[in-house]
């Protein structure tokens, strides 16, 4: 937490004020407002706001106004499945008339992108600025204090960042609902699940071959793994039910920071079809607003800021999309089995070569990488009847019956399965784990050497829940 005397506190929040005082509940100043992280002096006035706004939502605001919570909500996804039919359910039963607030709830919910079958993955990171950069104008209004800015927390910086902060831990901003140890003020999870500077290192927004790039590297990794760490199956670790927990909120305006961190570093975002996509939502008056994507790609043409954005990592070398979306790659090894059955305690699968490199070893490919080439462990269509409630931490040739400790050399990554019920099916749109284990499989060659086929361990980092029964469909070394 940084510190800062009354005094420059009370100046600070006096120059927010003051600049923001000539608007209306959410409609633009041309001050900059500034976001702040929620443990700083700054962040804890911002969630007294917060707190009481979100009350007005749930209590004072009546069911059917977008800006009410159960409207914001449902505009993420309407539980319990986030289907059409259950959006059409639910917007009947909420609006027996034709109203134009029925108008907007069905442009508006069950919109969330890319956690559906048929959505964009690219689009994921602009639909969730504008949701939030709405859902701030809204609590502005349900305050009545126009000097509101919503916080982000910051999970990434330690131990104690990964706590959720006090404030939602009581009260309205508290549920009951998250996994264990949450409300109590133990971390969600370990700072290897929630470090950022693997999304930050993508040099480029999309995919690139095998390389996820940025927006899909933080989507399924970071953001997901802080999902499935907050919430069970009827709370943040689910799509259809994360947008009625108040965290979320702060959740994902940590997820923009990272993605104004990534820009300010040099990252690049796509251009044409990507800049002209058009999404709806409800303004602080209640009425519709639509934006592109374009509008939104910059926070500066929204008028606000962040206290604080984070430094690009070493490895980081920004370049343009379309330059190296045909990157060339080929597969070294592949799963023996089509797929590979989770369960609640560690999985093992070898690897089997594929046709193309049956006499090719390991030790000989990592040899032939050279400084242009990397080697990724890669794992496609995944899938699952409903959310285990847990995350799962890969290894790569882990020693049979070793700790699955995350900390350990054998150490690959972290997946979830936050929107695997909702999975892709269509192959440009389909999600995918990536992790480049170059380094970690010559560190390994260089203690003793690594076997002709090469074992994959995926263990659960805790207790699942139910009958979940997730599943990896593919797993593949890959060179590229």
């Known amino acids: 937490m940084s510190r800062v005397s009354r005094r420059s506190f009370m100046a600070r929040m006096a120059t927010v004020s003051a600049g923001l005082c000539f608007s209306k509940y959410g409609f633009a100043s041309p001050t900059a407002r500034v976001r702040y992280e929620a443990r700083t002096p700054e962040g804890k006035q911002m969630l007294k706001i917060y707190a009481d706004a979100v009350n007005n939502m749930m209590n004072s605001i009546k069911e059917g106004d977008p800006r009410n919570w159960i409207f914001q909500w ?8 986030g289907t059409p039919q259950n959006k059409t359910d639910k917007i009947n039963s909420t609006y027996p008339s034709p109203s134009p607030y029925k108008d907007l709830a069905n442009a508006m919910w069950n919109t969330c992108q890319a956690h559906r079958g048929g959505d964009v993955e690219d689009y994921f990171l602009p639909w969730h600025r504008m949701f939030v950069y709405y859902f701030e104008e809204i609590i502005r209004y349900a305050a009545k204090n126009d000097s509101f800015t919503l916080p982000y927390w910051n999970y990434s910086a330690g131990q104690d960042s990964a706590k959720i ?20 003020g133990s971390p969600i999870a370990p700072d290897y699940i929630l470090d950022a500077k693997p999304s930050l290192g993508q040099g480029t927004y999309s995919r690139n ?23 069970n199956t009827t709370n943040m670790g689910s799509v259809p039910w994360a947008g009625g927990d108040p965290v979320f909120w702060m959740h994902h305006c940590n997820i923009d920071r990272l993605w104004a961190s990534w820009n300010k570093n040099g990252g690049k975002n796509p251009g044409a079809p990507w800049t002209g996509k058009e999404f709806t939502f409800a303004a602080a008056d209640g009425k519709p607003v639509k934006k592109k994507n374009g509008e939104v790609d910059d926070i500066a043409k929204l008028s606000y800021s962040y206290d604080r954005l984070e430094p690009a990592p070493p490895n980081f070398r920004p370049a343009a999309n379309i330059a190296l979306l045909n990157a060339r790659f080929a597969n070294f090894a592949e799963a023996a089995s089509p797929s590979l059955a989770l369960g609640r305690g560690p999985v093992r699968l070898t690897l089997e070569h594929s046709p193309g490199n049956k006499n090719r070893l390991l030790a000989d490919e990592l040899k032939a990488l050279g400084t242009q080439k990397s080697l990724y462990l890669v794992l496609k269509d995944l899938q699952t009847n409903a959310q ?24 690959v990554g972290t997946i979830n399965f936050f929107d695997a019920e909702h999975a892709h099916t269509d192959a440009a749109n ?33 207790e699942v829940e139910g009958e979940a029964k997730p599943v990896v469909g593919q797993i593949s070394l890959v060179e590229q």
């Open 430 to 462: 389909q999600k995918f784990y990536s992790f480049d284990i170059t380094d970690l499989a010559k560190k390994l060659q260089s203690k003793g050497g690594v076997p002709e086929k090469p074992t994959v361990t995926i263990a659960p980092a805790g």
């Open 209 to 231: 071959g095998v390389q996820q790039g940025f927006n899909l590297k933080l989507d399924s990794g970071l953001h997901g793994n802080v999902h499935g760490a907050v919430g």
């Open 165 to 184: 902060p006090d404030e939602f831990r009581s009260g309205v901003l508290s549920k009951t609902n998250r996994n264990p140890g949450v409300n109590t």
């Open 74 to 81: 449902y505009t993420h996804a309407v539980p319990p499945q």
């Open 388 to 411: 285990p409630g847990v995350l799962y931490d890969v290894y790569l040739d882990l020693p049979e019956g070793a700790r699955t400790n995350g900390a350990n050399d054998n150490y």
